[in-house]
């Protein structure tokens, strides 16, 4: 069974080379986004976890649990107050 548990980045630019690979989530990944800036993105997941990633760093900076199951949700930072909205 083919599963999403990993955050990939490609540069298609040249030759689609893998750029970052992020494990962690224990359910397929649902929704991505970028912030403002593009310094970090979230990404939650059915594991009902949302990881803020530090692509530049390769790192997860912060993990938070979800109240609710993001199946068919989305995740969107909120720029003007330094939040996200799930």
């Not at 803020?52 to 107050?81: Q, T, W």
């Amino acid at each position: 069974m083919f599963m999403f548990l990993k955050v990939k980045i490609w540069d298609v630019e040249h030759g689609a080379q893998e750029k970052l690979s992020i494990p962690g989530h224990e359910g397929f990944v649902t929704s991505m986004t970028w912030n403002e800036e593009a310094s970090l993105m979230a990404t939650t997941a059915k594991d009902k976890m949302l990881r803020i990633i530090d692509p530049r760093a390769k790192s997860i900076v912060s993990v938070k649990i979800l109240l609710i199951d993001l199946l068919f949700g989305k995740i969107k930072f909120l720029n003007f107050v330094g939040g996200y909205l799930s």
